[in-house]
């Protein structure tokens, strides 16, 4: 089966630098993802590395390590409405990458 | 971005009945939706696969009898929960994959959380 292991909670303190690690383990690989979920709210998709390296995307940037298994998302400036649940996904490549397969979510704390 | 909505945004019904839950693709087509099912801090979990015009399809464990999909039109899917029960109380949430997007990208819609009492 596939497999995805992130951390389950992270604390930080309001404009710090915060990293959300996640290893995968899957008989194929389409590309690791992030998604943002506030409490109550639906998840919202923060980005996509299907190469290994940085993407940046404002205060938020994503890293992948292909050879590691590996990628974390890297959250900068960090503000108090970045509380909330983040998930690593990738696409389950037993079905030719058509589903999703979520992580277990990391739940960030950011204090003031 | 593409928008994704759900109705209702929350529901409370009595043990035995049966709820409907709608998600509509609002600006795109969409010839898949995705059902999920989360329950207080955990992970999503889908439930099963929506197709325009087929049979969903069901993840192992989901019982196609009691979770009811179906997919009439491009912008439309329904998952009818029958017989509720208190332990079918969760967060369901519903995605969405444009007609010819990767499916990297898949846009949420904003959950229903239904309480079974």
């Known amino acids: 089966g596939q497999s995805l292991e992130q951390p389950s909670e992270v604390t930080a303190v309001e404009g710090a630098i915060v990293q959300i690690n996640c290893t995968y383990q899957?008989?194929?690989?389409?590309?690791l993802s992030w998604y943002q979920q506030h409490d109550g709210g639906a998840p919202t998709f923060l980005s996509y590395n299907a190469l290994d390296g940085l993407e940046e995307t404002g205060r938020f940037s994503s890293f992948l390590s292909r050879s590691d298994s590996y990628g974390y998302l890297l959250l900068q400036e960090l503000q108090m409405k970045d509380s909330a649940s983040y998930f690593c996904a990738v696409r389950d490549p037993e079905t030719g990458g058509f589903k999703t397969i979520f992580g277990a979510g990391t739940r960030l704390f950011v204090k003031a | 971005g593409a928008v994704v909505s759900q109705h209702p945004s929350w529901v409370i019904c009595k043990s035995g009945t049966s709820v409907k839950i709608e998600c509509r693709s609002l600006d795109f087509q969409a010839t898949t939706m995705f059902w999920y099912r989360q329950f207080p801090k955990q992970s999503l979990m889908l439930m099963a696969t929506?197709?325009?015009?087929?049979?969903?399809?069901?993840e192992q464990g989901v019982e196609k009898d009691k979770f009811l999909i179906n997919h009439a039109s491009l912008t439309l899917s329904t998952l009818t929960v029958t017989s509720a029960h208190p332990e079918d109380s969760s967060f369901y949430i519903c995605?969405?994959?444009?007609?010819?997007?990767?499916?990297?990208?898949?846009?949420f819609g904003p959950g229903t959380r239904l309480t079974v009492l």
């Open positions: 899957t008989s194929g690989f389409y590309g």
């Open positions: 929506s197709n325009e015009g087929s049979k969903a399809t069901y």
């Open positions: 995605s969405a994959r444009a007609s010819g997007g990767s499916a990297d990208t898949q846009y």
